[in-house]
């Protein structure tokens, strides 16, 4: 519906004084951005967001990415206006208290129309990314009756100075990736001061270089905001707006400068801008005809999602997707033939081919699987049959070629998880995870299904040393909350790691995959590695001792456990191919595993630290410094790593 900025300017007025006066309360948060958006906002959700405010999870919705999350004040005030069911006003009320679902970043599992949760600068739009990648991918899949939508993004000066904003822009220019439109809070302004303190990049020149889309306009006249945006939306390419804004506008004496980015303005500035906008209301007051019209404005998207309903209820393949869009996984992915071929036929493999083998047979039945490498395709095994390229001339493509971009990666993943209907994963090297490790961590807390695939596990990755040997990467990851870390030591364990992954659509998880063949240590179908770890060895004589190991050191651990049992002691071997399920076991079971009255060794070639939470006093055998450059045996001989050398030391302290 379009308005006249007679109407337009109170309502973008409500969303200042909400901003304002939520974070006066709260006595924290950010003004500055929500005031200096509240126009182009206003604009976007009046005339231009596809959505309903009845329906947040309807799957054919416009999404609204709010990259700077500093400015949640901004989304807050706008579902509020438009009659989302949540936050009420009483949330806004406590924006920033315990009890409120209005917390001072927004997050995506507190409140159904907040898409994804944003605060890291750049990650928001690179997650959009994502987004756009779902929405053209199940377009292709579905078709325009079902899916046809468009990724609405706002960010700031930050989101665009990050460094993952080359990676999430080049991915998304190459991918044309047309849905996509960026409204850039053009303020010229961030925490230290003027933006000319530390950047004097022509933005819009760079964002044209990488085939986009560039426009600007005046943030605050409302006609030449919805012109920009009309020109984003029906270019082919991806489109960056520069709405060049004024910070905090509203609060006379403050605004345009730095101060207003993350402060309250207090009572005497909340006054004057009061006076200035002409607002008259109470505080988390919104006058009755400006609220009438912020709820008849989502009249469009009503409309637009009754459509799509008629269409849906016609289509043969909107129960398809309703399943996808779910999360559920079909009833046959295609694990327990796959895992009975392994029984007949036990291989002797890295665990990224046997990965590589699990994964020919997933994607095979679970169609919503997008794979993907940050480079290193045939490193990370991560390529099947079933995955055709995902390329602007075929979105249909279920195997992405990222580029050497791994956190920009790891954020589309999220994004595509977020968006719904698709089940990403994607690999690089696991010493690379640092590249992407905040989205890591954004996927945990997220509670998406993302799945990593980190290859190149340990110092058995051999000749290429120390930059490329992962020590303490598998420990640090296992210190993410909500995230599930696997390190299989087979192609049994491999497959039970994919299919426990993939069955826990609530939390990401990594998998952490050998270079180096390893020998099958399981034999049977029994989903052991459920429990995170399981007795794999049972000592034959009395038992002395309990070896833990992960993934390739399991196969060391059982030879150290066969030269105690010739010397008459008495060792069980646990494989842990997940610590997060293990720690989630009952006591009775863990404590079976891990008897009080047995030495505990634990076996991993990574750092030590950690283990001491199952072996207490016991022996943890690992590597705590840098690795070295050679041939695979001699690294494992070097660090120790060998049961000729780890025999003796469990010698020394059982007799
Ligand atoms: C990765 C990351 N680094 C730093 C911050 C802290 N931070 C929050 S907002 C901000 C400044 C952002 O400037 P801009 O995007 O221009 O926002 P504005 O001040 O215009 O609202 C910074 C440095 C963050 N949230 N994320
Ligand atoms: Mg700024």
Not at 221 to 244: H, M, N, Q
Not at 353 to 376: H, I
Request: proline share 5%; hydrophobic share 45%.
């Amino acid at each position: 519906m379009t308005r006249d900025s007679t109407a337009l300017a109170p309502m973008a007025n409500a969303i200042r004084a909400l901003a304002m006066d939520a974070v006066q309360a709260a006595n924290s948060g950010h003004p500055g951005m929500p005031m200096g958006m509240a126009d182009v906002a206003t604009v976007l959700w009046t005339q231009f967001l596809k959505h309903d405010p009845a329906a947040p999870n309807w799957s054919d919705r416009d999404r609204f990415i709010l990259s700077a999350g500093h400015g949640s004040m901004l989304i807050y005030a706008l579902l509020h206006l438009t009659g989302y069911e949540s936050p009420t006003m009483e949330d806004i009320r406590k924006f920033r208290q315990i009890d409120s679902v209005c917390a001072g970043h927004p997050e995506n599992f507190l409140i159904p129309g907040v898409e994804l949760t944003t605060g890291p600068l750049g990650q928001g739009l690179a997650m959009a990314v994502g987004f756009a990648m779902a929405e053209r991918h199940l377009n292709a899949q579905f078709g325009n009756d079902l899916v046809d939508h468009h990724t609405w993004v706002v960010a700031g000066d930050g989101c665009l100075m990050e460094g993952i904003n080359h990676e999430a822009v080049g991915l998304a220019g190459t991918l044309k990736l047309g849905r996509l439109n960026v409204l850039w809070d053009d303020n010229k302004i961030t925490i230290d001061g003027d933006t000319s303190l530390s950047t004097t990049e022509d933005i819009l020149g760079r964002y044209a270089a990488s085939g986009w889309h560039v426009t600007s306009c005046d943030g605050h006249d409302f006609a030449d905001i919805a012109r920009a945006l009309s020109e984003a939306k029906a270019d082919p390419r991806p489109s960056l707006v520069a709405c060049r804004t004024i910070i905090g506008k509203g609060a006379p004496n403050k605004q345009g400068g730095h101060n207003v980015h993350g402060a309250p303005l207090g009572a005497d500035e909340i006054a004057a801008a009061r006076e200035y906008l002409g607002w008259t209301s109470a505080p988390f007051e919104v006058p009755a005809d400006i609220l009438a019209n912020w709820r008849s404005s989502a009249e469009l998207g009503k409309n637009a999602r009754a459509e799509w309903e008629k269409r849906a209820a016609a289509n043969p393949q909107a129960a398809e997707l309703a399943r996808r869009m779910a999360g559920d996984l079909p009833a046959e992915t295609g694990f327990d033939a796959y895992v009975q071929s392994l029984i007949a036929n036990p291989p002797k493999v890295a665990t990224r081919k046997s990965s590589e083998m699990a994964l020919e047979a997933f994607t095979a039945n679970v169609l919503e699987m997008v794979g993907g490498s940050a480079d290193l395709t045939g490193s990370n095994n991560t390529k099947t049959k079933s995955t055709a390229p995902f390329t602007p001339d075929s979105y249909d493509g279920r195997y992405v070629y990222y580029g050497i971009r791994e956190f920009g990666m790891a954020a589309a993943m999220n994004g595509m998880a977020l968006h719904g209907g698709i089940i990403p994963y994607g690999g690089t090297f696991l010493v690379f995870s640092d590249y992407c490790r905040n989205a890591v961590r954004m996927s945990a807390l997220q509670h998406v299904r993302a799945i990593y695939v980190f290859t190149h596990d340990s110092i058995g990755l051999g000749e290429d040393g120390p930059t490329h040997q992962p020590v303490e990467h598998v420990m640090s990851l296992r210190m993410i909350p909500n995230l599930l870390v696997f390190r299989p030591a087979d192609a049994i364990e491999t497959a039970e790691a994919w299919a426990l992954a993939l069955a826990n659509k609530d939390r990401p998880s990594v998998l952490a995959l050998t270079r180096q063949n390893l020998p099958p240590v399981r034999f049977d179908s029994e989903m052991k590695s459920a429990k995170g770890a399981y007795r794999l060895v049972t000592a034959s004589a009395a038992r002395k001792v309990v070896l833990l190991a992960t993934g390739s050191e399991v196969e060391v651990a059982m030879k150290v456990a066969a030269s105690l049992e010739e010397k008459g002691l008495g060792a069980d071997v646990v494989s842990v191919p997940c610590w997060e399920l293990f720690d989630e076991q009952d006591a009775a079971y863990k404590a079976d595993l891990l008897p009080a009255d047995a030495l505990k060794v634990s076996i991993e070639a990574g750092v030590t630290l950690g283990w001491q939470k199952y072996i207490g006093d016991g022996l943890s055998i690992g590597i705590d410094t840098f690795g070295a450059s050679a041939p695979i045996d001699v690294l494992y001989d070097h660090f120790g790593i060998t049961a000729e050398k780890i025999v003796p030391q469990i010698l020394s302290r059982v007799s």
